[in-house]
């Protein structure tokens, strides 16, 4: 059903598709149908038109004003002002404006980040702070307003990382759900008010132990052996249900963002239940309007412009 639904490469005019980007992180699409790429081996973020031809470059490798040394991810603000990059290194997030993609400001965090998004036109990032994971932030300087997501496991200097590692989904309607890296859960909250709305284990995941060894590093280990899954993408679905990706990383990888294997689950907006989906999804990365952009690794990185299974609510 998928492999038949109409698709489009992003493609740079006059290059052959292998030269389109050096690894896919984040993509996030304009209410005018522009798609921006992240691709974080060459640090800039591509701008794709709506026949899915590159029309300019944001940013590049350095300290400077507009660029980026350690971009992890996009966000389009939902109130219109344009996108925003989060730098994991620079603890930061570059804005860069809605009309022109021109450069605008450099918003500092006092901690450190690894997602974004927005609902209603106010910013929300994840990220260990004071012992929660998610903070309402101040677009304009970067001032954490309100924080929820309590998380009284992360105060363990050496193990909160890892429990704020991991990527927000964010609904219109008011509703965020955080899929962690290495934790077997979804969890959802009301934008406005903080609340938890609930909790959803992932079936059939594979976790990772985490432990403080006595040198002072962080170990990691499956128990009974083997490779374990991890967190690769939660994407908002029409309807209220939520797309939920989990797979395995390729043998030798220090990158979130290359992937052996895929499995994709729907979570039920109906009864908050997650359910294996019976057809193979490569890894979806933003969902708009009916189309889905899904991000591959091989022969390549490439990323398509996929009109969605017809029945995408369905297991």
């Not at 598709?17 to 081996?41: C, I, M, S």
């Amino acid at each position: 059903m998928f492999r038949g639904a109409e698709s489009l490469t992003l493609a740079v005019p006059g290059s052959p598709p292998e030269n389109a980007f050096g690894l896919v992180g984040d993509v996030a699409v304009a209410p005018d149908g522009r798609a921006f790429v992240l691709d974080v081996l060459n640090h800039q973020v591509g701008v794709f038109t709506g026949s899915g031809e590159r029309s300019a470059l944001l940013g590049r490798r350095g300290a400077g004003p507009g660029e980026f040394m350690g971009p992890v991810a996009l966000a389009w603000d939902d109130a219109g002002t344009g996108l925003y990059v989060l730098d994991e290194r620079r603890q930061g997030i570059d804005h860069f404006d809605a009309a022109h993609g021109a450069w605008r400001r450099t918003i500092p965090l006092d901690f450190h980040a690894g997602d974004l998004c927005f609902v209603a036109g106010r910013l929300y990032v994840l990220g260990a702070r004071a012992g929660f994971l998610l903070h309402e932030v101040n677009p304009a300087n970067g001032r954490v307003l309100r924080s929820f997501s309590p998380d009284h496991d992360s105060e363990d200097i050496l193990l909160h990382g890892y429990r704020a590692s991991g990527y927000l989904g964010c609904r219109a309607s008011g509703e965020i759900a955080f899929l962690p890296s290495l934790r077997p859960e979804v969890a959802r909250f009301s934008a406005p008010t903080g609340r938890l709305l609930g909790t959803s284990p992932i079936p059939g995941y594979r976790p990772v132990r985490v432990r403080a060894a006595g040198d002072g590093s962080v170990r990691f280990d499956v128990p009974g052996g083997g490779g374990h899954d991890y967190g690769s993408a939660i994407v908002p679905l029409a309807g209220g249900d939520w797309l939920v990706q989990t797979g395995r990383l390729k043998k030798g990888t220090n990158s979130p963002h290359e992937f052996e294997s895929v499995r994709s689950h729907l979570l039920s907006a109906a009864d908050g239940q997650v359910r294996p989906m019976a057809v193979a999804l490569p890894r979806v990365m933003a969902a708009t309007n009916g189309l889905w952009y899904t991000v591959e690794t091989s022969p390549w990185p490439a990323v398509r412009r996929v009109r969605a299974p017809k029945e995408e609510s369905e297991p």
